[in-house]
């Protein structure tokens, strides 16, 4: 699934489609999930959802991510919480 990620209050997204979820598929960011940045500084590097501090980033092999809002990224199917 490609899209870019929205989060809202302490929960983030990766969206496909427009802002709103009405009619857009949407898959919730989990912990420990592994995807490919597609823009940005980090573009075709792999990164993994860790909360630090409360937060959820994205970490890489050299960096963190930490503000997610728009990011696009790769990722692989939905899963069950």
Do not use: P, R
């Not at 809202?8 to 009619?23: A, I, K, S």
């Not at 075709?44 to 728009?70: P, S, T």
């Amino acid at each position: 699934m490609k899209g870019h990620i929205e989060c809202f209050c302490d929960e983030c997204y990766c969206v496909v489609g427009d802002d709103c979820f009405v009619g857009v598929d949407a898959c919730k960011c989990m912990e420990d999930k592994i995807i490919k940045i597609k823009s940005g500084n980090y573009i075709g590097e792999n990164a993994v959802f860790q909360k630090i501090d409360g937060k959820l980033c994205l970490l890489g092999v050299d960096f963190v991510i930490e503000e997610l809002e728009g990011l696009e990224i790769e990722m692989g199917e939905c899963e069950e919480e």
